[in-house]
């Protein structure tokens, strides 16, 4: 027999992705909770029941997907031949990333100057395993001859992922919003790739 809270943990997990599928397609401001439990066949008395608002379920979302998207660079952890095909696969992941769930960020763009903590929670859990694989990498790559030996490679990590974190297309660095049209995001790309291959210049002996 299966237990109740393993009943609820299903459901709780089946309504995540109802969610996660209509913030994907709507965004956050044209979905309601209405439309959620209509895509479940459920009352939106249960639905309430499991999250008290929509925001309280965006968050919940969120969380989920910054796991799973944190379990990618579990995957390719300690594989990378070099710290360049590190730094590549974090940017390039994080691209991937953000153009495939481009409409559910419309939350931070509408909460930009008032997001919530447990928003900005997630996004430092993420940033931290971010951080892990690179400083991972660095570390490989010392043994190796390749890069000089560094004395805080934490501290370089986080100095580089703000570095990555603030690259803009110039014509619009004016405006000041967290994040950039989806048309930007290439060359967004491109300059961080650009920026990374000059920090291993750097580093290298």
Known sequence: MVAVTDLQDIKKEKILDAAYNRFLHYGYSKTTMNEIAGDLSMSKALLYYYFPDKSRLY???MRKV???YLNLYAEKEYTFCNLKEAFEFQINTQHE???KNYNLFDFFRLNEQNLPDAIWEIAEH???GEKKILMNAIDADTPKCNIKPV???GDLV???LDALHGVRVTAKSHKKTMF???EDLEEIRKK???LSEIFIRGLSK
């Open 59 to 61: 968050i919940d979302v």
């Open 66 to 68: 910054g796991d799973e």
């Open 97 to 99: 990333f953000m153009l």
């Open 126 to 128: 993420v940033q931290q």
């Open 151 to 153: 004395g805080n490679v």
């Open 158 to 160: 986080d100095l580089l």
């Open 180 to 182: 950039p049209v989806k």
């Open 192 to 194: 961080r790739l650009l």
